[in-house]
């Protein structure tokens, strides 16, 4: 399969792109390009080869949650535009 001038014209009107012939011309060469690699992975013997779950072989390690650094409410409700003395007040988003 080759990429032609008409194929392109037709992705760039499917896509709602204008081109100019210059880049018409460098984007069937980068497709024909594509095509010709792709070509080349397809003729290579992958009946050996066991499908790819995870790209290496480690495995998550997840340490503890640990409370630092916590700042008393008092403090945290200091700088607040508004709030109740023990919760934040801000305006509601969700309309039920």
Known sequence: MTITGTL?????????LELSEEER???Q???NNILV??????ALDTNDVEPLVYLNEDVNVW??????HQVKRE???LNAPQQDGT????PK???L
């Open 25 to 27: 011309k460098s984007l």
């Open 8 to 16: 392109i014209s037709r992705l760039e009107h499917l896509a709602r």
């Open 63 to 68: 340490r503890e949650d640990q409370v630092q």
């Open 29 to 31: 060469e980068d497709l």
């Open 75 to 77: 403090d945290a409700l």
């Open 93 to 95: 988003v969700i309309d």
């Open 37 to 42: 690699m792709v070509e080349k992975l397809q």
């Open 87 to 90: 919760f934040f007040m801000v």
